[in-house]
């Protein structure tokens, strides 16, 4: 379910980071605590974003969430296939759910992030 | 129901209150009084204005507030305890009588503008104009909004005390003295890569149609938004819509409410689909029920303050859903046809009256205009008019100094030849009675 | 599929472009009294329409049925109990309607000369004057459009006020509980916002509140009753303790229906407030609007208050603009002033007397109804209830139903919802405000109706999860409504050939 190679957050957010760029996007339990994803707020290509700040909002119908950015760095990549196919996040959310790219700033942020097996004991405790 | 809650008396259940915040007085309003008293109050209170029973004035005034024929099926139907005590249709199993004709409102308004999408109202014009200026910083995510002089005033001062503390700056764009129209040299010497907005009204504060075409692609050109206000939706019958606008706003006032003394009115805004989802309030879609059956439900609704709280496009919360199922009301009324008689009705009117007058500008006008008093006091010719029971135009230099003497005359499918005829003899008979 | 149109929740009614047909018309205009004029002609060639595309045309008996119909499909006061929290859904009298249609009223324009409309500007002085009784205050414009337009408005005036004494600050202090309306506006206002958590009797902390307090922060924006239907106890201390370091005290109104006639928010140390004449003073909701929010404020804020105001001169009223320390208008003319009438005539026809017994009535309903269905609904706070009670569903949620759930059972049973997970702060919230219209009857088929539900969890949650099931449409897919929003009729592109 929560692939060995990425890193997450305690805020459900999920990073692949290779070569310099991490992939984020948002957990499988993230989705499920949303709901039906209906539209998702993407950032420009360009936009620098912090860790621990919001990136992006993901909506559901009753709810905006913000998205917070678990790396810090310079955006590469937004998935615009979000814009017709919001859907793709509850699907997918750990694969072609991805939200954005980043050429990341501090890439020894990625380290201190949780493992696949630290998240899923953080998720039995929650 | 004490002896369930376990009470003994009425005053029992305020009395967890703070005594320091009791009030143990009676309010010093007087007794509660019957209907009739009621009733004959108000009645009174009518008698003592220039219209009513026994009363009548003919009026001469628009400037954003028009006096048109209702149709008695508007009444009739907004009578209904249904649609009159029915609350916001959040619950959409419940609601989809007031949903469906939100849908068919938000659709006419479309087809009326040129635009893709309208929401289910805004207060009124005055208040959707800064929603519009708002809309367009969003959507550029630039600071700096031109409007032009010949916006209604109010809305003008309406749009700078509302945008104040958003980091809004707002520039004046000038209008031709000879035609009335914005002044597009002017324009484009303002317009930069750092404008959000440019906002004008057609037909004008003055009454004159503006070359939408010609503003939209100087704006345009420097990536701008075109924001086009209406204030008399009738206009709207015989007019070209402004298809070159991103983002209408306007009043509806004339497809629902009398007068009224300034409110309840209804705006609307309405735009091109990219925008749809930066339009502050209410909208309704259309979907499906759990068995395939069309149903309408609110929705973008995470645009709204109920879910984004400080992030939300707008503040605001009620929509004005009885004005705007009014203003449904009539244009199902009219119709296609309808409108455009009941413009040309105006259009006639206005025309007549200004063939008998001194226009000031020479640039096209639907049913206002602004006339040109010539040697005689624009305020005695009021008195005068006020003498045989008309109410006259607008005198306009309390709002453009520079327009001495002049007033800013409307008139409509109710305007009577008789009574325009009279104006024209107080104008010309030097403001005798 | 049914076509014959019946008057039942199974009916089939198309939209009115589907039913239209060229050549329909329900109108008649006089015939025009002067020439007709060219509007290519007169207009320019380019300015005039040629036609208004699909816009319908339909007969007077096609309109009068199609919203019929229509009408036949909503929940109204006029048919049942509306339970929502915080609205004062209460009977909205029909003297009222007739008030605001009088002719001498509803058809003065609002340039015409003062000395033509004393009638207007008197309803409009007396309103005031009642307002200003009722809430203790100073003074009040009635200009603003609806609650947030009133809260905006109060907000800008607080600015002004603060701005006038060298410093407008930074911050507004919201409560965790607050209506979404409240943050919006500070932040439209110019001001951050800073969430203020309830502490555990779900009051505001005042401990924690003057800590939090100091010169940055402008004002505090509370609810009286709060969002749970609580007075807040301390908040006299509240009002002191923010005094102290020269913020005011904004409270917005909503809750008026617990206060009018037994407290007064201008003697407990409001500075400025808004009010929500289509919840305390009875105008209809009509679907979600028209309202009208006043503003009501303390002596020092008056200066600072929307231009115009009435000013009475002699005998006479007249509209006064010179107000230099004026925010300035927030909307075009004077206010919604047909609403106003309607507000008056409520005023007058309950009197001082009738407006304190109509908020009792309104806090033993609220009070019997939380009796009735506290055993089977955990209430969210112990502290007394006034004119509403919230609860949650947490005792529910254990067999996996959530007061969203419960909310469209409830539908089944005839009563449309109560406000389902607001406030924030209580988990699956059920906000419950009958208002002082409710007889018992109507109150104990409310109870016996949650009680119903509350043992279908126990026996058949699977029931309750699934309802609506008496309505004119099963539950609607709002998903795919914001997924793929369509928000307009388009005409059917006919079927291509190929």
């Known amino acids: 379910m929560y692939p060995e190679n990425y890193r997450y957050t305690k805020e459900h957010e999920w990073v692949l980071a290779e070569g310099g760029v991490g992939t984020v996007g948002i957990t499988f339990h993230a989705q499920k605590e949303l709901g039906d994803i209906v539209y998702v707020e993407l950032p420009k290509v360009g936009a620098l974003v912090e860790q621990g700040k919001n990136f992006a909002v993901v909506e559901s119908v009753k709810a905006a969430s913000e998205i917070f950015a678990p790396v810090s760095g310079e955006v590469v990549a937004a998935n615009d296939a979000l814009s017709t196919a919001p859907e793709t996040l509850n699907s997918d959310p750990h694969g072609a759910g991805w939200i954005v790219k980043i050429k990341l700033s501090a890439p020894e942020e990625v380290e201190r992030l949780l493992s696949s097996t630290d998240y899923q004991s953080y998720l039995g405790a929650e | ?433 | 599929m049914i076509e014959k149109v019946r008057p039942h929740i199974t009916q089939n009614e198309l939209l009115l472009f589907e039913q239209s047909s060229p050549g329909k018309k329900g109108y008649q205009l006089p015939a025009l009294d002067v020439p007709a004029v060219d509007p290519a002609h007169a207009l320019g060639a380019g300015n005039a329409r040629a036609e208004i595309e699909d816009f319908p045309e339909v007969s007077e008996v096609d309109v009068i049925r199609h919203f019929t119909r229509l009408s036949t499909w909503n929940y109204a006061i006029d048919l049942g109990l509306y339970p929502l929290g915080s609205c004062t859904m209460k009977y909205n009298p029909r003297i009222n309607e007739v008030a605001a249609r009088v002719d001498g009223l509803a058809w003065i324009h609002p340039y015409q000369p003062d000395s033509l409309s004393q009638g207007a500007m008197e309803i409009m002085a007396e309103l005031e004057r009642c307002l200003a009784e009722i809430t203790g205050m100073d003074a009040v414009t009635l200009q603003p459009s609806a609650g947030a337009h009133g809260e905006f408005t109060g907000i800008l005036l607080a600015r002004a006020l603060l701005q006038s004494r060298g410093n407008p600050r930074k911050k507004i202090l919201i409560p965790d509980s607050a209506h979404g309306t409240n943050p919006a506006t500070a932040h439209m206002a110019g001001y951050s916002v800073e969430n203020i958590a309830s502490n555990d009797r779900g009051m505001v902390d005042t401990a924690e509140l003057a800590r939090v307090v100091n010169e940055e922060v402008a004002a505090m924006m509370v609810t009286n009753p709060n969002t749970l239907g609580v007075f807040e106890q301390n908040i006299v201390e509240v009002a002191h303790i923010l005094h102290a370091k020269g913020a005011l005290l904004y409270m917005d109104g909503a809750n008026m229906n617990a206060l009018a006639g037994i407290s007064r928010p201008g003697d407990f140390g409001v500075d400025v407030m808004h009010l929500n004449l289509h919840k305390t003073f009875s105008t209809p909701h009509g679907g979600g609007g028209p309202g009208s929010g006043p503003v009501a404020v303390k002596k020092r804020l008056e200066p600072f208050l929307p231009s115009p105001r009435l000013k009475r001169v002699g005998d006479q009223w007249e509209w006064n603009y010179d107000l230099p320390q004026s925010i300035g208008r927030v909307r075009a003319f004077y206010g919604n002033f047909g609403v106003l009438v309607r507000a008056l005539a409520y005023i007058m026809a309950h009197g001082g007397d009738g407006l304190k017994r109509a908020t009792l009535d309104a806090l033993l309903n609220a009070n019997y109804i939380r009796k009735l269905i506290e055993p089977y609904y955990q209430i969210a706070y112990q502290a007394p209830s006034m004119h509403e009670c919230v609860f949650s569903d947490e005792r529910q949620a254990k067999r996996g139903v959530d007061t969203g759930s419960i909310a469209k059972r409830l539908i089944d049973y005839g009563f449309h919802p109560y406000t389902a997970s607001f406030p924030l702060i209580v988990h699956g919230a059920l906000m419950i405000e009958p208002t002082e219209t409710e007889s018992k009857r109507e109150l104990d088929l409310f109870a016996s109706a949650m009680v119903s539900i509350a043992k279908e969890i126990e026996e058949n949650p699977d029931l309750v999860k699934g309802a609506p099931y008496s309505t004119r449409t099963a539950r609607v897919d709002e998903v795919t409504a914001a997924r793929k929003p369509i928000v307009r009729w388009k005409r059917p592109q006919a079927a291509a050939a190929d």
Do not use: W
């Not at chain 2, 004046?172 to 002044?183: F, I, R």
């Not at chain 2, 305020?379 to 002049?406: D, F, H, V």
């Open chain 2, 1 to 433: 129901m004490l002896e369930t809650i376990g009470l003994s008396s009425m005053e029992d259940l305020a009395a967890h209150l703070p005594p320091a915040v009791r009030f143990d007085k009676t309010l010093a309003i007087a007794p509660g009084k019957s209907e009739y008293e009621i009733l004959d109050y108000f009645k009174r209170r009518g008698e003592e204005n220039a219209v009513g029973d026994g009363n009548s004035y003919a009026n001469f005034l628009g400037a954003g507030v028009y006096y048109h024929y209702r149709p008695v099926m508007v009444d009739t139907i907004v009578s209904r305890g249904e649609f009159l005590t029915s609350y916001t249709p959040y619950q959409a199993e419940i609601s989809q009588g007031t949903l469906t004709s939100i849908f068919e409102f938000q659709t006419m308004i479309c087809q009326l503008t040129g635009m893709d999408v309208a929401n289910a109202s805004m207060y009124d014009a005055s208040t959707a104009v800064p929603e519009a200026a708002m809309m367009a910083m969003r959507v550029t995510g630039r600071h700096r909004a031109l409007v032009a002089r010949t916006v209604h005033p109010e809305y003008r001062e309406v749009l700078a005390n509302s945008v104040r503390y958003e980091g809004v700056t707002i520039g004046e764009v000038g209008y031709d003295s000879e035609s009335g129209l914005l002044d597009v040299n002017d324009l484009s010497r303002q317009v930069t890569t750092e404008t959000a907005a440019v906002i004008l009204q057609s037909p004008n504060f003055f009454g004159i149609v503006e070359n939408v075409k010609q503003a939209g692609a100087i704006a345009h050109a420097k990536g701008a938004l075109l924001v086009v206000l209406f204030s008399e939706a009738v206009s709207l019958g015989l007019l070209e819509p402004p298809r070159d606008a991103d983002i209408v706003a306007g009043e509806l006032q004339s497809f629902a409410l009398p007068p009224s003394y300034g409110g309840p009115f209804a705006g609307v805004i309405a735009c091109k689909e990219k925008f749809m989802r930066q339009i502050p309030g209410r909208l309704t879609g259309e979907t499906r029920d759990a068995n395939g059956n069309r149903a309408f439900c609110l929705t973008l609704a995470t645009r709204e303050q109920h879910i984004r709280r400080e992030k939300a496009t707008s503040n605001i919360c009620t929509n004005q859903a009885l004005i705007a199922l009014m203003a449904t009301v009539f244009m199902s009324v009219y119709g296609k046809e309808g409108l455009r008689e009941l413009a040309l009705q105006n259009l006639s009117k206005a025309h007549y009256l200004a063939g008998k007058l001194k226009p000031r500008f020479s640039g096209p006008f639907f049913n206002e205009f602004v006339a040109q008093a010539d040697g005689h006091d624009v305020a005695a010719i009021n008195r005068a008019l006020e003498g045989r029971k008309i109410i006259g135009g607008l005198p306009l230099e309390k709002y453009y100094s520079e327009l001495k003497n002049t007033m800013l005359l409307c008139c409509t499918e109710m305007t009577q030849r008789a009574h325009m005829d009279q104006v024209a003899e107080v104008f010309d008979g030097g403001a005798k009675q």
